[in-house]
């Protein structure tokens, strides 16, 4: 049996979950109020703070961190990189400390080696207690010695890896493409739900996602729909930098020469015009809500405002899906639905309306992340594959 925990930190909560094998053993999840995160300057600044939640939670949920066999993280904003199963070794924890962007996936890795590197150095029931290892190679350093008793599978070390980041980038050329030289498109995406379901969807199909072309559009706090093609997102909009549909908490793609002007009318911060992109931007900014329940419920009570703002981001998931149905020339086994707004059959039902014609719709609400990062670290734990070494893998250097 091996014992896995997977955070997944959010911009709103940190979540972490416990699995014995394929069982989940325990669930937590730790909201952040907004004004709790505004402390911390960057995002890198949140990790001891959220480190020390997942512990108490750990505590009080009754899991002894030295009966840990992995602990893997969402994986964030380094540079980009094949999906897979990741070591969090040095140089992957150096690039997670030196991001390419803000966003709280950035802490999963980072995360994962510091509890990785807590449980390798708790008190064994049976046992010595290890030499502590080193934060920055927890997880690369080879064990202590053969003394120690834990239940770790690698003679008493715990791994950390991170699972299918946000970067994943599987884009054909012509994907790459802006219409200025100095602007090229980025594959930043849920690439780790999104990969998660269509994996889900071909099996509830009795097929192989290598087999099928889907369009995966995660609807959540951002949203991202992708193009994949026999098992590779080869292309997807850019789900946090202004590209696409705008979403509960995104501006989505904005007509540039406006997003200019107001960026230059000295009335922002760069950090508030980073917001208004990401985190203010989208239902939040329309509608002064980011919670597409409550918006849904003022609709519902008659709200013409928010029937409108809700109908229109709606119509532009809509027009994604038709530009990702493009781009597989039209040959498309399914459209699949997924992330919060999935649970909104409404929402779903406006979106099926513009896009049936296309392929079968079909919905997996809510996410999968946690039993997908789950299944990354016992791939590697069961030596089914092995894990990837992050400067192996980069692929702009
Ligand atoms: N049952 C539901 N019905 C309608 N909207 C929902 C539901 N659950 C979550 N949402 C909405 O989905 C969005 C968040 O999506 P979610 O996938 O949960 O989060 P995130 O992408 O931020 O991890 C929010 O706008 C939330 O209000
Ligand atoms: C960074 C791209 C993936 C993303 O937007 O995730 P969240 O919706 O969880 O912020």
Redesign the pocket.
Known sequence: MSRVLCINP????TKIAVFDDEAEVCAVTVRHPAEELAAFGRVAQQASFRRDLILDALAQAGFGLDTLDAVVGRGGLIRPVAGGTYLVDADLLDELRHPTGEHASNLGGILAVELAAAAHAAPRPNGPVPEPVEGAHGASTSSASGEITSTGRDGGQVQAFIVDPVVVDEFEPLARYSGHPEIERRSIF?AL?QKAVARHDASDKGRRYEDLNLIVA?????ISVGAHRRGRVIDVNNALDGDGPF???RAGGLPTASWAKLVLSGRYTPAETRRLLAGRGG?ASLLGT???????ARATAGDEQARLALDAMAYQVAKEIGSAAAVLAGDVDAIVL???????HA?VAAITACVSFIADVVTY???D?MPALRDGALRVLRGIEPAKLFADEVLLR
């Open positions: 959010g911009s709103t909560s849920h739900n995660h609807l959540g706090g951002g979403a509960p908490e239902l980011s919670d597409a329940r409550e918006a849904e997924t992330g919060g707004l999935a649970h909104d929402f609400p809510g996410e992340e």
